[in-house]
């Protein structure tokens, strides 16, 4: 029935539209008559190029999330409607469905009808498909109530119990017929339609050279009239034939180039309010450099608007699909699942392990486990091989160190890249750690101001570089490969604790610049 109140035909506002009919087409839709407006929301969509691009980009990013679902609780029932809730939502169908339901960005809302298979006793859902929003009214009441327009009658009738997902998605507060993009989007295609027209016009006029046809004096009016036509049919068949006593001038326009310019600037910053109205931000639709913001945070403030819409789109499947599904199959007190979502959340690793390190040299005890599930490794098993860990026999030879307190002990394990780094410290000629030497008992030894100033510096000395070795050993233990260490090293730079070793090397050169003195003075007096 093509002309039923449910017709597929639709109308065309958009066509020769102004200032004045559009503001009385978005009053009609205040009113609670939303047709013209539902179909010049549609137009737009079909004739402006940057506003159906950027609209798409941010539906087709909400419908290609991954989705999870937890059980509604511990109970197996609830871990088998998850379990089967998750199966469904695995169909290829699912993202074409989602970006129908998302049709409410652009709108205001949505209404998609859910098609039941219960061919063996069963109820779940086969399809989803889109319907017509002008399908559909709200109560005059409140303006907020979904109705239904009755296929025949046109009698506005209470929506069917689970049979219908209405999704409305405010860009705004207030009513769904005045919180969709499009009420603000067709501003902007209006006056970039004006100025689009303005272009065309003005690169009609002069965009081609003017054709000035001259005759001569006592031409007849029948000459006259071909060379009329010749000049004015010359630009489309670029051919003419006039009598040899006729010619024709092309006079060009003068830097058209800048005359023109404007046009395309408004038209420029036109799509750019659009882009800012649907994304956002305009980094990922005008390249430009130099613009306030990075990329980064263009991209940031994108990813706030898409888990937003993300959530809003899981409370919907939610109350008005998941919940009447488990409902009907299952009974009333069945446990609902919960639907999630979105991306999943990206973690700076390399921040994590250079706030790590410190805390583990100051002593604080982190699970293995934990550590390898924030990098997404897992345990190895008995008998697997493995890369890194401790040698074999690496208790009776490993060297001993000082601790971050001065204090000697064996080296903690670490993978092989850590130990070339360790060898290589080992092997710079810096006295890491040292054992004092013991005097052979019964022999008394004298011990000179100078080695009495010196062994208390190197035990000082011993200690401050402990400390340092101690953050260092921590991040060497938390990297996986140098590329990843030396990033660390270099975040943490600053926050290396260097004070006492600092002290230590201050007081060695005041010493020696005193002793030198002294030395000086004491041969200046002999």
Not at 328 to 336: C, F, R, S, T
Not at 361 to 379: C, I, T
Request: glycine content about 10%.
């Amino acid at each position: 029935m093509v002309g039923g109140v449910r017709s597929p035909l639709t109308g065309y506002p958009g066509d020769g539209l102004n200032p004045g009919r559009l503001a009385n087409i978005l009053k009609e839709a205040d009113a609670g008559d939303p047709i013209r407006y539902l179909e010049l929301a549609e137009t737009i969509e079909e004739r402006d190029p940057h506003y159906i691009g950027v609209l798409g980009t941010r539906r087709r990013s909400v419908a290609q999330l991954d989705i999870s679902v937890e059980p509604g609780d511990d109970t197996p029932l609830a871990k088998e409607i998850a379990e089967r809730v998750r199966t469904w939502l695995q169909r290829d169908e699912l993202t074409d469905e989602l970006f129908d339901i998302l049709d409410a960005l652009g709108k205001g809302y949505s209404f998609t009808k859910i098609i039941w298979d219960t061919s063996a006793g069963q109820y779940e859902p086969a399809t989803l498909e889109w319907c017509d929003p002008r399908w559909f009214r709200f109560d005059r009441k409140d303006l907020k109530t979904p109705r239904m327009r009755h296929p025949e009658t046109g009698q506005e009738e209470i929506l069917p119990p689970f049979q219908y997902i209405y999704a409305p998605m405010k860009a705004k507060s207030g009513l769904p017929l005045r919180s969709g993009l499009a009420r603000v989007a067709l501003w902007a295609w209006l006056f970039k339609a004006y100025t689009q027209r303005d272009w065309a016009i003005f690169t009609q006029t002069y965009g081609q050279p003017l054709r000035i046809g001259k005759y001569g004096p006592g031409t007849s009016e029948d000459d006259q009239k071909k060379l009329f036509h010749a000049v004015a049919n010359i630009a489309g068949d670029c051919a003419a034939i006039i009598p040899e006593s006729m010619m024709i001038d092309f006079v060009e326009a003068k830097s058209l180039g800048a005359s023109t310019d404007h046009y395309e600037r408004r038209c420029d910053w036109l799509d750019k309010q659009t882009s800012k109205l649907v994304l956002g931000q305009t980094a990922t639709t005008d390249a430009e450099t130099g613009g306030l913001g990075s990329g980064k945070e263009h991209r940031q403030g994108q990813g706030g608007i898409e888990r937003a819409d993300a959530k809003q789109l899981a409370a919907i499947i939610s109350r008005d699909l998941i919940r009447p599904w488990i409902q009907l199959e299952y009974g009333p007190d069945a446990p609902a699942p919960r639907l999630k979502i979105g991306r999943p959340e990206e973690e700076d690793l390399a921040a994590f392990s250079s706030a790590l390190a410190p805390l583990l040299a100051q002593g604080l005890r982190v699970k293995p486990s934990e550590v390898l599930a924030k990098f997404g490794l897992s345990e190895p098993a008995a008998g697997e091989a493995v890369i890194g860990g401790k040698p074999e026999n690496s208790a009776s030879t490993a060297p001993q160190r000082a601790s971050a307190t001065g204090e000697t002990g064996s080296a903690a394990p670490q993978s092989e890249f850590k130990g070339c780094f360790k060898q290589h410290l080992d092997g710079s000629g810096v006295t890491i750690a040292t054992q004092a030497e013991e005097a052979p008992q019964g022999r008394s030894q004298p011990v000179s101001p100078e080695a009495s100033l010196a062994a208390r510096l190197e035990t000082e000395g011993r200690v401050g570089m402990g400390a340092m070795l101690g953050q260092v050993e921590a991040m060497l233990a938390a990297a996986s490969s140098f590329e990843e260490f030396r990033e660390m090293l270099l975040a943490s730079s600053d926050t290396l604790d260097a004070k006492k070793l600092q002290g230590v090397i201050a007081e060695a050169v005041l010493a020696g610049a005193v002793g030198g003195r002294a030395v000086v003075e004491e041969e200046a007096n002999e």
